[in-house]
T-cell receptor, first 117, second 114 residues
Framework: AQKITQTQPGMFVQEKEAVTLDCTYDTSDQSYGLFWYKQPSSGEMIFLIYQGSYDEQNATEGRYSLNFQKARKSANLVISASQLGDSAMYFCAMREGPTDSWGKLQFGAGTQVVVTP | DAGVTQSPTHLIKTRGQQVTLRCSPKSGHDTVSWYQQALGQGPQFIFQYYEEEERQRGNFPDRFSGHQFPNYSSELNVNALLLGDSALYLC?????????????FGQGTRLTVV
């Protein structure tokens, strides 16, 4: 069964606008971590933001924030003030279990974001 | 401080051949994970190495094997290549300690099997 679901295959957003990328997850573990990565056309996966299942505050990193709704099992990424350099593929990922420092990452199918002038 | 480096960046192999991909982790990192990313899909976990042992393995056949060296660098070997093995192979390194959750990825090796 799919553990991470990203329902938006692609999105267009205008420069300086905010964009929300959806991510829902499926786990029966109480301890897990949620990640967002950016993958430009060069291929490298760039870490953006992390949310632990026990973290009470929503994670923020600069222009990135994670809207964590535990009961709904959603972990949406919000990018504020979009820039042309934000055009890339964005992946939501989850690491299950108490192994919060290691263990496999399970990725969604990704959302392609194109920022237009 | 060098990040995760992978070699080669691109590779073309013939069906049935064998291939070895290499990964040097970020300085100070002791754990290396390998992922396969087919075109248009998210990465799929192959396996993870820690202290020169395979610690966790995804749903990949035995044709996929690996190794970790004392300096923490790692190799991914794929035998009897199939056309379906064509993908971007990503290496990620991390540090096995409490609350160091971040995994750093390399730029990947793009393997084409013809």
């Amino acid at each position: 069964a799919q553990k991470i679901t990203q329902t938006q295959p692609g999105m267009f957003v205008q420069e300086k606008e905010a964009v929300t990328l959806d991510c829902t997850y499926d786990t029966s573990d109480q301890s897990y971590g949620l990640f967002w990565y950016k993958q430009p056309s060069s291929g490298e996966m760039i870490f953006l933001i992390y949310q632990g299942s026990y973290d009470e505050q929503n994670a923020t990193e600069g222009r990135y924030s994670l809207n964590f709704q535990k009961a709904r099992k959603s972990a949406n990424l919000v990018i504020s003030a979009s820039q042309l350099g934000d055009s890339a593929m964005y992946f939501c990922a989850m690491r299950e279990g108490p192994t919060d420092s290691w263990g496999k990452l399970q990725f969604g199918a990704g959302t392609q974001v194109v920022v237009t002038p | 401080d060098a990040g995760v480096t992978q070699s080669p960046t691109h590779l073309i192999k013939t069906r049935g051949q064998q291939v070895t991909l290499r990964c040097s982790p970020k300085s100070g990192h002791d754990t290396v994970s390998w992922y396969q990313q087919a075109l248009g899909q998210g990465p799929q976990f192959i396996f993870q190495y820690y202290e020169e042992e395979e610690r966790q393995r995804g749903n990949f056949p035995d044709r996929f094997s690996g190794h970790q060296f004392p300096n923490y660098s790692s190799e991914l070997n794929v035998n009897a290549l199939l056309l379906g093995d064509s993908a971007l192979y990503l290496c990620a390194s991390s540090l096995d300690s409490y609350r160091t959750y971040e995994a750093f990825f390399g730029q990947g090796t793009r393997l084409t099997v013809v």
